[in-house]
């Protein structure tokens, strides 16, 4: 069945860097985009970013760029996100999701399926 | 940083019917960008619920439906029942970015 499944989640000083990947299966990796998302406790879903299917692309939340990394192999159909200068407010689950195909442009693609997350804990 | 608003909060009693609404600017829904909703059971990762403005994946009860009218669009739950309690969020597209709403908590009465 479609699948992804986050690891690499942990317990990380301020300001260290911490390397979260995803492993996809079930379905042709190379066709779709993916995205990490995150959801700090108790808080809402907040968009981390995203890589285009052959990587060309890739997109930010301001509140992580310059710090976040997102990266794919898909020879091995893996996602990453390198997570450098981590904050305390990065503490969250981060998901893997995979971009949907929509018949009308990749601006209407939804997200499914979801992983079932990875939690990551940025303290001292 | 939220650019969909969502209501906090929504209740209904068993069989009623509720509504969630979504307000975005016209620079992702009424730039007319497809709205999407997940929803989020205790404990659980998101899970699509509505795609492209108002289509259910298959295994969603019809209870649920969605539309879109101009910067906003909502999320209806019809006969309400328990295991509908969960958060809702709505999302779309933005500028090369995606974004959610707030969030909406729906409990059951």
């Known amino acids: 069945q479609v699948q992804v499944v986050e690891s690499g989640g942990g317990v990380v000083q301020p300001g260290r860097s911490l390397r979260l990947s995803c492993t996809a299966s079930?379905?042709?990796?190379?066709?779709?985009?993916m995205h990490w998302v995150r959801q700090a406790p108790g808080k809402g879903l907040e968009w981390v970013a995203i890589?285009?299917?052959?990587?060309?692309?890739?997109y930010y939340a301001e509140s992580v760029k310059g710090r976040f990394t997102i990266s794919r192999d898909n020879s091995k159909n893996m996602l990453y996100l390198q997570m450098d200068s981590l904050r305390a407010e990065d503490t969250a689950v981060y998901y893997c999701?995979?971009?949907?195909?929509?018949?009308?442009?990749?601006?209407?693609?939804?997200?499914?399926?979801w992983g079932q997350g990875t939690l990551v804990t940025v303290s001292s | 940083q939220s650019v969909l608003t969502q209501p906090p909060s929504v209740s209904g009693a068993p069989g009623q019917r509720v509504t969630i609404s979504c307000a975005g600017s016209s620079s992702n829904i009424g730039a007319g960008y497809d709205v999407h909703w997940y929803q989020q059971l205790p404990g659980t990762a998101p899970k699509v619920l509505i795609f492209g403005n108002n289509n259910r994946p298959s295994g969603v009860p019809d209870r649920f439906s969605g539309s879109k009218s101009g910067t906003s669009a909502s999320l209806a739950i019809t006969g309400l029942q328990a295991e509908d309690e969960a958060d809702y969020y709505c999302?779309?597209?933005?500028?090369?970015?995606?974004?959610f709403g707030t969030g909406t908590k729906v409990t059951v009465l």
């Open positions: 079930g379905f042709t990796f190379t066709r779709h985009g």
């Open positions: 999701v995979r971009d949907s195909i929509a018949p009308r442009g990749f601006w209407h693609n939804w997200f499914a399926p």
């Open positions: 890589i285009w299917s052959d990587g060309s692309k890739k």
């Open positions: 999302q779309s597209y933005d500028n090369n970015l995606r974004v």
